[in-house]
């Protein structure tokens, strides 16, 4: 029985286009693969390759220059490569993504028979020449699977814990619930997407049409149900199995989510870094300029003593400050400043206290995480400090001048 139930599954499972509608093409001065009878496009390779069952896979890959993610499309049980040729050449250039769509074996010019396991070897065959001949990596790709091909790229996505996102297209729970509403699964079951689909660790997109014959719509919702991301699904008032592209929705929330997966928390994460680093780079440079600042001070209150020069005495005094200006001007590190002040501040406690200071601006500086504006507050503050004690020693030495001058 469960034999006889199984075949019957795969039977109505699996209907390859006959004849396809394509063939396959090889031109002799380039040895490219074409598929007739469709014009050769530069951006579009028609490969073929084998998988680990021995079957020899027809695909085409659809590049876009300007591509951050790739789209690996499992297609319908009623199609081939062929009837979706115009169709993937749009998405690629509406979505900005690369594309390749494959034919299970036994479709198109695949070789071997239609099989769930066959499936199964083929989309990793696909995943795998992805990877080897467009570097492709795991977390750039975007699984895509209609009606059938949901159960291939469900099984695929399960063991891929770095996957980029999926896309569910008309998907099914599993073979023996599109002809029975049973309520568990049997061992001779096919596509058990139901049980696969909680496995699936990235963001997971359904789109299903609400008027749907061959697969009813609560297909999709209770995948949706079940998956750990759920992205916000597409629900088509009025769509059928075979019409969903047909709707302007269809495109526009496939390119919101498109959108919204390649700025997943991996890639905030490295955008949200490199900001960070970029911002520290900023404060690192900008520690200088905030010195020079402060050093503003000291030369507007030696500019203040150059008003007794009537008298040799007196005259050398702005002469040596002027110098110490000079010094001052050329002297871009920490170190050098407070050897400079060390002269004008015999106190050796207040010495600390500005090391103490400057060090302590230093560290907010380059602190990543502290607040921005906390640190402004703090600078301010750090800064009139040190006006003060750049003062106090200033005072006294007016006040000498002055009594001199008495």
């Known amino acids: 029985m469960g034999g006889v139930t199984s075949s019957m599954a795969a039977k109505l499972a699996f209907f390859p286009p006959n004849p396809p509608s394509y063939k396959l093409v090889k031109e002799e001065a380039t040895s490219l693969l074409l598929l007739n009878p469709f014009p050769h496009r530069e951006n579009v390779e028609v490969l073929k390759f084998p998988n680990r069952r021995g079957n020899e896979i027809v695909a085409i890959y659809v590049r876009h220059p300007m591509a951050k993610t790739t789209i690996l499309y499992s297609h319908g049980n009623a199609a081939d490569i062929g009837q979706m040729y115009e169709l993937f050449v749009e998405l690629s250039i509406h979505l900005r993504v690369n594309l390749m769509g494959y034919d299970y074996s036994g479709y198109g ?42 159960g291939p790229t469900l099984d695929l996505a399960s063991r891929l814990p770095r996957l980029r996102a999926v896309v569910l297209h008309s998907p099914i729970l599993s073979g023996l619930r599109v002809m029975y509403a049973v309520k568990r699964t049997y061992w001779f079951d096919i596509y058990k997407n139901i049980d696969k689909i909680p496995l699936v660790k990235c963001p997971v997109l359904v789109i299903h049409g609400t008027a749907d014959e061959v697969v009813d719509c609560s297909h999709g919702k209770q995948l949706w149900e079940l998956c750990q991301q759920k992205y916000e699904p597409l629900w088509l008032k009025g769509g059928n199995h075979c019409n969903l592209e047909l709707y302007p929705e269809y495109l526009r929330h496939l390119r919101k989510f498109i959108s919204t997966v390649e700025k997943s928390p991996s890639r905030r994460l490295s955008f949200r870094r490199s900001t960070e680093q970029s911002r520290g780079s900023i404060d690192c440079i900008e520690t200088p300029r905030k010195s020079t600042d402060q050093r503003e001070k000291p030369r507007k209150s030696t500019d203040q003593r150059d008003n007794p020069r009537k008298s040799t005495d007196q005259n050398e005094k702005p002469r040596k400050s002027t110098d110490q200006r000079d010094k001052l001007r050329k002297s871009t590190d920490r170190t050098e400043k407070l050897k400079i002040h060390e002269n004008k501040v015999p106190n050796p406690e207040k010495l600390e206290k500005l090391r103490a200071h400057f060090d302590q601006m230093e560290r907010s500086r380059r602190s990543i995480d502290y607040d921005k504006s906390r640190t402004i507050e703090f600078q301010d503050k750090s800064r009139r400090s040190v006006d003060v004690q750049f003062e106090r020693p200033q005072k006294s030495i007016d006040w000498l001048d002055k009594t001199r001058a008495g």
């Not at 070789?111 to 995943?127: F, L, M, R, V």
Request: hydrophobic fraction near 20%.
């Open 109 to 150: 010019q695949s070789s071997g028979k239609p099989s769930e396991h066959n499936t199964y070897a083929d989309i990793e065959a696909a995943y795998k020449y992805l990877e080897e001949n467009y570097c492709t990596k795991q977390e750039d790709i975007i699984l895509y699977g209609q009606s059938v091909g949901s």
